[in-house]
Nanobody, 117 residues
Framework: VQLVESGGGSVQPGGSLRLSCVAS????????MGWYRRAPGKGRELVAM???????NYADSVKGRFPIARDNAKSTVFLEMNNLKPENTAIYYC????????????WGQGTQVTVSS
């Protein structure tokens, strides 16, 4: 099972980026799927997460700016990042709880997002 992120890069404050994460491999189902980030000098924190039931959770700092969306048919989750701020600079990691023989948690390799003028 593998999670592969794409869409990171460098952008000026106020700009937008769209992150994508595709799950591949042999799995039966995806329960939760979403994004964490690790900013320089800080720990990993939840950005946004969606469950198979449609529940969505967001960090307070990104509510209204970073909508999360999921395409179950394509085993893909998206993070639309709008009005980006320098403090959003971080490595963004895709995370998913998936069922193979049992439920397990998986991480992508991370994608760098840099917001700077």
């Amino acid at each position: 099972v593998q999670l592969v992120e794409s869409g990171g890069g460098s952008v000026q404050p106020g700009g937008s980026l769209r992150l994508s994460c595709v799950a591949s491999g042999s799995f039966v189902a995806i329960h939760t799927m979403g994004w964490y980030r690790r900013a320089p000098g800080k720990g990993r924190e939840l950005v946004a997460m969606t469950s198979s039931s449609g529940t969505m959770n967001y960090a307070d700092s990104v509510k209204g700016r970073f909508p999360i969306a999921r395409d179950n048919a394509k085993s893909t989750v998206f993070l639309e990042m709008n009005n980006l701020k320098p403090e959003n600079t971080a490595i963004y990691y895709c995370n998913a709880t998936m069922r193979t023989s049992a439920f397990a948690n998986y991480w992508g390799q991370g994608t760098q997002v840099t917001v700077s003028s």
